[in-house]
């Protein structure tokens, strides 16, 4: 069992920090003014 989180724990991580920031990104957005948002998106691609 311990062999298995060694193998895949950047991956359990990565998938924490994806929700956390879909999360905290989902919270906010109302926060921002639309060009704001518009730059946001831009940059992301």
Partial sequence: ???F???T???WIN?????????????L???LSSQM???ITQAMG
């Fill in 37 to 39: 948002r518009v730059i």
């Fill in 15 to 27: 998938v924490a920090l994806v929700l956390l920031g879909t999360g905290a990104g989902l919270l």
């Fill in 29 to 31: 957005r109302h926060q």
């Fill in 9 to 11: 724990s950047g991956t």
């Fill in 1 to 3: 069992m311990l062999t």
């Fill in 5 to 7: 989180w060694i193998k």
